[in-house]
């Protein structure tokens, strides 16, 4: 297995529209939000990552201000690196959706699915799982996954979930999680980070929500 530099966040949520706060306070606390989209690009670019992975849940729903999602665009495309995004349940992948309607810079892959799929990238020598979010909701969606190694070759999964059988939100089991053979999974939905975690051979973390909207976050 090769070693990969990675940078892995979720759940910044993007255009949160801060109901209990005053309509100025609330203008302010969004743009400090997307003031997050650069430090993402600016760490990616200063520790010289290889590969970025967003586990959804980037914008807080489908309407999301213009000008935040030509922000986003604008971003990812300044990233010397590939960025993979997996639409939650807040940002699901649809035709109406910024992710459908704005053109991504070819650095930029997006899962469009709600299936497991596959990117593969020969220049690290690895290979994406991941799926999306097609609405608020999503059954499980590693049961039953298991990859097939490969030597040399790094198998990493970025997919938003939470561990938990009866959750409504991709549930996935610590059994699930070591079945995959995977090396790392990416997620995403958890606002609290919960460090490194490991299940059989698998390392699996949720970054968490990296701009907190409440006093809870």
């Known amino acids: 297995m090769s070693m990969i530099k990675l940078l892995h966040a979720a759940d910044l949520h993007l ?42 849940d980037l914008l807080d ?19 010397p690196a590939d960025v993979i995004i997996s639409p939650g349940n807040h940002d699901y992948y649809s035709h109406r959706s910024p992710y459908a309607r704005l053109h991504f810079p070819s650095n930029v892959h997006i899962f469009t699915k709600n299936e497991i799929e596959c990117i593969e990238m020969p220049e690290i020598s ?30 990493i999964m970025c997919i938003h979930g939470e561990v938990g059988k009866t959750s409504q939100y991709n549930p996935i089991t ?17 606002h609290q980070a919960s460090g490194l975690k490991k299940a ?12 907190g909207r409440g006093f809870d976050e």
């Open 126 to 155: 690895a290979r994406v799982y991941g799926a999306a979010f097609t609405d608020k909701y999503s059954g499980g969606l590693l049961g039953g996954f298991c990859t097939s190694k490969k030597t040399g070759t790094t198998d």
């Open 200 to 211: 059989g051979d698998t390392w699996y973390s949720w970054p968490g929500c990296p701009e």
């Open 174 to 190: 610590e059994d699930e999680i070591a079945a995959s053979k995977l090396d790392y999974i990416a997620l995403g939905h958890i």
């Open 15 to 56: 255009d949160s529209p801060f109901d209990g706060l005053p309509e100025a306070k609330a203008a302010q606390r969004r743009i400090e939000q997307r003031e997050l989209l650069g430090r993402i690009s600016d760490l990616a670019r200063d520790q010289q990552v290889q590969l970025v992975l967003l586990s959804g």
């Open 61 to 79: 729903s489908d309407s999301a201000h213009g000008e935040t999602a030509e922000g986003l665009v604008r971003v990812l495309a300044g990233i």
